[in-house]
């Protein structure tokens, strides 16, 4: 069973489109984030929840906006794409907020074209 | 604002030569430190992690790592590296205390690229 899972792998959409990356996690864990990739492969942290209360929101823009229902849940919904949000996003979660390491998703290539 | 620098940024060795990748932090207080890899168009899996005691650190597949506080370095060792070790490292650091409590903060990874 995969731990952290998110749908899509892949996302090639043009360029004004709305979006939705979908992340489960069966670790039970309490603390989920949004981390972006870009194509220098440099990892950001973009939002962090933890039972589904959100708290880190680093500078992004607004037309990113997380959703959590439940702790085992965390999506991102991004309106209006840009040429620029093209990247690799990755879904993470660990046992609670603090120091301890995270388990990471597959990624999500993501395309604006 | 705490910062994680990768020196190394494409390695190229040969299979059974010796690894090390450094790692070094800014932040003077208390962190927790991680290695993760990333294979060929995988996700992130954590090779090894420092929370505290022994400075000296073992993980997956070979890898160790060092802390080395008055240096703020955690370096990435192996002995021997193998052609399936191609992949993209990357150190992170979390640091208590600070405003970035809670976050990963990721160095900018080293291409490891091993020939057989």
């Known amino acids: 069973d995969t731990a952290v899972s998110q749908t899509p792998k892949y996302l090639v959409t043009q360029m004004g489109n709305d979006k939705s990356i979908k992340c489960e996690q069966n670790l039970g864990h309490d603390t989920m984030y949004w981390y972006k990739q870009d194509s220098k492969k440099f990892l950001k942290i973009m939002f962090s929840y933890n039972n589904k209360e959100l708290i880190i929101n680093e500078t992004v823009p607004n037309r990113f906006s997380p959703k959590s229902p439940d702790k085992a849940h965390l999506n991102l919904h991004i309106n209006s794409l840009e040429l620029g949000d093209s990247a690799v996003y990755f879904c993470?979660?660990?046992?609670?907020?603090?120091?301890?390491?995270?388990?990471f998703g597959q990624g999500t290539r993501l395309t604006v074209v | 604002a705490q910062s994680v620098s990768q020196h190394n940024h494409h390695v190229i060795l040969s299979e059974a030569a010796s690894l090390e990748l450094g790692c070094n932090y800014s932040?003077?207080?208390?962190?927790?430190l991680f290695w993760y890899v990333q294979y060929p168009g995988q996700h992130l899996q954590l090779l090894l992690k420092y929370f505290s005691g022994d400075p000296l650190v073992k993980g997956i597949k070979g890898f160790e790592a060092e802390f080395i506080k008055s240096k703020f370095s955690f370096n990435l060792r192996k002995p021997s590296v193998q052609w399936s070790d191609t992949a993209e490292y990357f150190c992170?650091?979390?640091?208590?205390?600070?405003?970035?409590?809670?976050?990963?903060?990721f160095g900018q990874g080293t291409t490891l690229q091993v020939k057989p």
């Open positions: 993470a979660s660990s046992p609670y907020t603090g120091g301890t390491e995270a388990f």
């Open positions: 932040y003077g207080g208390t962190v927790n």
């Open positions: 992170a650091v979390n640091a208590y205390g600070s405003s970035n409590t809670g976050k990963l903060i």
